[in-house]
């Protein structure tokens, strides 16, 4: 027969103190744990969330990002007689030849200059990235000194709202909308006509990359194929969403630093928990021994403490994630390792990171009470009453 | 038995305790010296001497952005600067895609390239074979160990940003503490690769007379380039290095985040152990002033305890930190670490200081209570 949860959960009661400052202390290494799970969900997003299944990125042989990437323009009007590409509103193949280079802006608060992605488009740019969708203000004008910026953007650089003027390239821009981009990796850019880039960065003769919108995704998957085929072109298709999953590794550093902070951190908490529970164990062992006189197992009485222990845990770990709530959706940035500029992102405390979470505390307690927990089961009975 | 010695004995007396607790510490020490070491490599370390003569000059704008091959004869015109080199970020692939497999490769000029990579120690034949081979390579002693090479041994290196494939021949190998595992090479030889790449450079490495030419060199190299097409940035080799730190993001604020986490948490531990170790003894409390023990002897008994626990735990957690961190910085594990960090004897005694100190706070609670036990009370007190 196993002995009743309510016995553990009496217990913990009784000593509020001790409970609460264990329970604490797993709070606090969830909490870690939780900020960098949170941070790589957001990174994650920013990534996968990127690109559309409809358009074909097109970039030099051998190169794997559109920065390092680069090819004549005259390669661009062949590519756009390519069949399945889809017609824009105005009937023609819906293409955009692009531009991207990589500029320094200062941050708002004073911390110093971070690299931005600065991206010259052709007008279909914006209608093939039908996600993006414009909040403030107006889209650049073809021709015009204009750029749009993105709303995190905004709010992280100085002189980037409506109506400043942005010194980058060989002059000024004026900045006259801004867009949302759902959280994905076009969040950290800056947007405006391809040919007023081209002369201002001296790239006259050829673009970065080319945006090529089929007309399902299938077509996609053939356009892609076929730009890779073709033997004139000497560059290579990928589906946009490819692109940025690959991207996702930009995490890395991040990945690896929390892994170690975490489980360290763990493995602190761990000790800090048997010290608990052996304590309970210690002071118990009268009660311990007449719950055996009484009948229960040696297996119940195992089953009972490791139960109280992961109870100690998961409250720590409920502690853990309330302490975090308020954190969730806070933006940051982080270097993108391909483009070398920034991607902002935010963090999400999505279901999966507080299951995570959870599952994170009850190992640490399930490895903090079984020591205790075995060496309750094990008591002499006669011993243990006596003393 | 003297008061020391009795402090001693009960620290030990609950032997499985004791040791929990100071595990527990000692791991959160651990993380505390780790992300300490971290932040004196970033921001406080001044990097070896000969670094901290050497300036970068890139384009104001953006890194992605070559500078013009003149630019080298104006930086080397500026008073102050003794040798300017050209470097250029190759990126090439080595095997494969995999983070292991990928290390700094940089274009240079080998013929004056040694005059300013003054703390790299190559053998002087191996740099006549270097400056003589248009192909040849310079690696780091590590980075060949990592892969098996051997002097004139060849390998490939695929271009993500040149659309070329460079064949290389090893032919000088220099050492460097700690290992920064680059591979050199000749940049003409890239130039004969991709024609379009000729007559620029990625940056320049300048090496100036002394620490204190730094800020003046760099400011006259900027004014020198100030009304050109394109304006240059030039800054010491630390601060070049730490603007890719800064691009992880508030690396700043993520530390002092984990290190709060951390002091925290220990501090809870050592609170909890104290009570726990304070509670079961009250009986004996009790005994102690019957035999004439004053209040303040018992707080210091109790206070005494907590310190002496944390500074064991804490010192395992600095020595084994310090292990750890030579280990990661020699292995080829180590990506992305920095290959200078050291916990150094200020960062030790730094962290046994917060060890102490979380020990003395933690127990004052707890031990105050205790000193103040009645004594009949504490007597019939059951543990």
């Not at chain 1, 900045?175 to 790239?203: H, K, P, T």
């Not at chain 1, 194929?225 to 298709?237: I, M, S, T, Y």
């Not at chain 2, 993500?160 to 032919?171: A, G």
């Not at chain 2, 501090?267 to 004053?294: C, D, H, Y």
Request: net charge positive; glycine share 8%; charged share 15%.
């Amino acid at each position: 027969m196993a002995i009743p949860i309510s016995y553990n959960v009496r217990n913990l009661k009784l000593r509020k103190g001790l409970t609460v400052m264990t329970a604490l202390g797993i709070a606090l290494t969830v909490t870690t744990a939780i900020f960098l799970m949170a941070l790589l969900a957001g990174l994650q997003r920013a990534f996968v969330s990127s690109g559309d299944a409809k358009n074909v990125l097109v970039l030099r042989k051998g190169s794997e990002a559109e920065l390092q990437s680069g090819f004549d323009h005259t390669l661009f009007a062949t590519m756009t007689a390519l069949p399945g590409i889809a017609k824009d509103s105005r009937g023609e193949p819906m293409v955009s030849a692009e531009l991207v280079v990589v500029i320094v802006l200062p941050r708002k608060d004073g911390t110093g200059e971070v690299n931005v992605t600065v991206r010259g488009m052709m007008p279909d740019g914006l209608e093939l990235r039908p996600s993006v969708k414009l909040i403030d203000g107006r889209w650049f004008q073809t021709g015009q000194r204009e750029v749009v910026v993105s709303k995190s953007i905004r709010s992280r650089f100085s002189h980037a709202n409506i109506g400043d003027t942005m010194e980058f390239g060989k002059g000024s821009w004026k900045v006259v909308g801004v867009f949302d981009a759902g959280g994905s990796a076009y969040e950290s850019e800056v947007w405006g006509d391809v040919n007023q880039m081209a002369a201002d960065f001296d790239r006259t003769d050829g673009f970065s990359s080319a945006y090529l919108h089929a007309t399902d995704p299938i077509a996609a998957d053939a356009l892609k194929n076929r730009v890779g085929d073709d033997q004139r072109l000497k560059l290579e298709g990928m589906l946009e969403t490819d692109y940025y999953a690959k991207q996702t590794n930009s995490g890395a550093p991040i990945k690896i630093i929390g892994f170690v902070v975490a489980i360290i951190m763990a493995i602190g908490s761990s000790f800090a928990a048997m010290n608990t529970m052996y304590a309970a164990v210690a002071y118990r062992g009268r009660e311990i021994a007449t719950l055996r006189v009484l009948g229960f197992s040696r297996p119940a009485i195992l089953t009972s403490f490791v139960l109280e222990s992961l109870m100690l845990a998961l409250l720590g770990a409920l502690a853990g994630i309330l302490l975090m709530l308020p954190f969730n959706g806070m933006q940051t940035g982080t270097s993108n390792a391909v483009t070398f500029s920034e991607v902002v992102f935010s963090l999400q405390i999505t279901p999966m990171v507080a299951a995570s979470a959870i599952a994170f505390a009850l190992i640490m307690g399930l490895v903090g009470g079984f020591a205790p927990a075995w060496h309750a089961a094990r008591q002499n009975i006669l011993t243990a009453l006596r003393g | 038995m003297t008061f020391s010695s009795f402090v001693v004995r009960n620290t030990f007396r609950n032997k499985r305790r004791s040791l929990l607790t100071m595990l527990s510490i000692g791991f959160s020490l651990l993380l505390l010296t780790l992300m300490m070491s971290i932040w004196r490599t970033f921001y406080i370390d001044q990097g070896p001497p000969d670094a901290v003569k050497r300036v970068v000059t890139r384009d104001r704008v953006s890194l992605a952005q070559f500078l013009p091959a003149f630019y080298r004869e104006k930086i080397r015109s500026v008073p102050g600067v003794a040798a300017v080199v050209p470097l250029t970020w190759f990126g090439g692939r080595y095997k494969d895609d995999r983070s292991q497999n990928s290390f700094a490769q940089m274009a240079t000029d080998p013929e004056e390239y040694m005059k300013v990579a003054t703390d790299k120690i190559v053998p002087p034949e191996q740099v006549a074979a270097w400056q003589h081979d248009r192909t040849g390579a310079l690696v780091d002693v590590e980075l060949a160990k990592k892969y098996g090479w051997k002097l004139g041994d060849r390998i490939t290196l695929q271009g993500t940003i040149f659309e070329t494939n460079l064949d290389l021949t090893i032919r000088a190998m220099y050492h460097i503490d700690p290992p920064v595992r680059a591979l050199y090479f000749n940049q003409k030889y890239l130039e004969e690769s991709v024609p379009w790449f000729k007559g620029q450079a990625g940056f320049y490495i300048a090496q100036v007379a002394s620490a204190g030419d730094v800020a003046p060199v760099s400011k006259a190299i900027d004014d020198t380039f100030h009304n050109s097409p394109q304006p240059t940035k030039t800054e010491s080799q630390k601060a070049f290095q730490l603007s890719f730190v800064a691009a992880l993001g508030n690396v700043k604020a993520f530390i002092l985040l984990i290190c709060g986490a951390v002091v925290f948490a220990i501090l809870l531990v050592s609170a909890n152990t104290m009570a726990m170790s304070i509670r079961s003894r009250t009986r004996e409390v009790a005994v102690l002033k019957t035999l004439g023990f004053t209040h303040q002897r018992i707080l210091s008994l109790f206070v005494g305890e907590a310190v002496a626990l944390a500074l064991i735990g804490g010192a395992m957690g600095t020595v084994a930190a310090s292990a750890l961190i030579r280990w990661l910085t020699h292995s080829s594990l180590a990506i992305g670490i920095p290959a200078g960090m050291r916990v150094t004897i200020p960062t030790m005694l730094a962290s046994l200081l917060v060890a102490a100190t979380v020990g003395f706070v933690s127990s004052c609670l707890p031990a105050y209570n205790a000193s103040r036990v009645n004594i009949v009370e504490g007597l019939r007190h059951i543990g």
